[in-house]
């Protein structure tokens, strides 16, 4: 008899965009699922859903669903997080948060394996798992730091819709054949679902990523912001980030300026240091025009990185592109990442 210990899992938001990917991960078997549990709201209750052969029907979401569970992986929306997850954690779970509801949380470790993978140890039942966004970014980052040290990072984003939710995938499909029919776009979801203002996103691009703060960024640029000195265990690092929205399905870009703390890196020896940095692809050679791009990177569980030069004026400034599937690296497989290390260092 084998004695590899099998875990109840359970997903929270599992008909959704990140949940289906959650699921797609689980399938190729990073631990041992003895019971799946799949939760969504009531109107997906009762659908049936396949999963390594068997079919399991999904049910509503409710605190009683966690009993038994070891890991529930929640995407469901910050306030499902807030409402279920300590009640998940009440019935012994460690919940492994997609939303934003706990990630700035002093007691919540917010991880990506690859950069902060020691935090979980200091776990109190919370994981958060960082927005899309900055996961890539720090992925890309922490060679840099590691090697040179880190003073300023500026990034702006070139965002796939697939991260607005299943929705905004479909708006853009509906709007692209409305603007080749020559018939007026409907808009009913970007830049944000909350706000009253919609823009079309087929054949555009957003400035506007979530919803504007009293200071002049969005609530995605100020994610960014907040979540990367988090994550690196840097609180005084300067960022800025500027989040565009671009009518891509899949995979987010970033323009990265970054300033390291030694004055005479040169690019030769940054580009090896990002070659050999953990979960990182180099596509870098503009005498083939070789380069990552959102199509390349798209299903791929790593961060490609290419477009590295030295800023023409300052010594220490450097510039990177760096593309990662949104939904792949920047949720669900950073999610399953953390409860496979989870298990891994016997902490579930
Ligand atoms: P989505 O495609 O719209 O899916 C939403 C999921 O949540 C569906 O399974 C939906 O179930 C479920 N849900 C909605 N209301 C619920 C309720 N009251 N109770 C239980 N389940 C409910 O959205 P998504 O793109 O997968 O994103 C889901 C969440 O993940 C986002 O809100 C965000 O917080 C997080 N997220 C994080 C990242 C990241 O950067 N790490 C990226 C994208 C999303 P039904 O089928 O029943 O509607
Ligand atoms: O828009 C994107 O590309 C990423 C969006 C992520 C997102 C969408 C809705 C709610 C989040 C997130 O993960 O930060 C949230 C949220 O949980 O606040």
């Excluded at 990917?21 to 209750?45: C, N």
């Excluded at 396949?50 to 009683?64: L, N, P």
């Excluded at 840099?144 to 995938?169: C, H, K, N, P």
Aim: proline residues 4%; contains cysteine.
């Amino acid at each position: 008899m084998s004695n590899v210990k099998k875990y109840h899992v359970a997903i929270v938001g599992a008909t959704g965009a990140v949940g289906q990917k959650i699921l797609q991960y689980l399938e190729e078997k990073p631990f041992e699922i003895e019971q799946l549990t799949l939760l969504s709201s009531k109107r997906s209750a009762g659908k049936v859903v396949s999963f390594a052969g068997k079919d399991i029907t999904v049910q509503e979401a409710t605190a009683e669903r966690f009993e038994n569970v070891d890991i529930a992986f929640f995407s469901a929306g910050g306030s499902i997080s807030e409402k279920l997850a300590p009640e998940a954690v009440k019935h012994g779970a460690i919940v492994i948060d997609n939303t934003s509801a706990y990630r700035m949380d002093e007691d919540v470790p917010l991880v990506v394996p690859e950069v902060n993978e020691g935090d979980l140890q200091d776990h109190k039942g919370i994981i958060a798992n960082p927005n899309c966004s900055t996961i890539q970014m720090v992925v890309a980052l922490k060679p840099i730091q590691e090697a040179f040290g880190l003073d300023r990072v500026i990034v702006s984003t070139y965002q796939a819709v697939s991260g607005a939710g299943l929705a905004a995938q479909e708006e853009l499909t509906s709007q692209t054949k409305q603007f080749l029919n020559d018939e007026e776009m409907e808009a009913n979801i970007l830049p944000a679902g909350s706000d009253k203002k919609h823009y079309p996103i087929a054949f555009n691009a957003l400035p506007q990523i979530d919803v504007f703060e009293d200071n002049g960024f969005t609530k995605e640029e100020l994610k960014m912001i907040n979540e990367t000195k988090k994550i690196m265990h840097e609180p005084s690092l300067h960022v800025a980030a500027t989040c565009v929205r671009l009518p891509v399905f899949h995979s987010h870009a970033e323009s990265v300026f970054v300033e390291v703390g030694q004055k005479d890196v040169s690019v030769d020896a940054f580009k090896e240091t990002i070659s050999q940095g953990k979960g990182i692809v180099l596509e870098d050679d503009p005498s083939t025009q070789t380069y990552p791009t959102p199509l390349s990177a798209q299903e791929k569980k790593d961060v490609f990185v290419g477009r590295i030069r030295k800023d023409l004026d300052l010594d220490n400034g450097f510039h990177l592109w760096v593309v990662s599937d949104n939904l792949v690296k920047g949720a669900a497989w950073n999610t399953v990442q953390i409860a496979a290390s989870l298990v891994k260092n016997k902490l579930v």
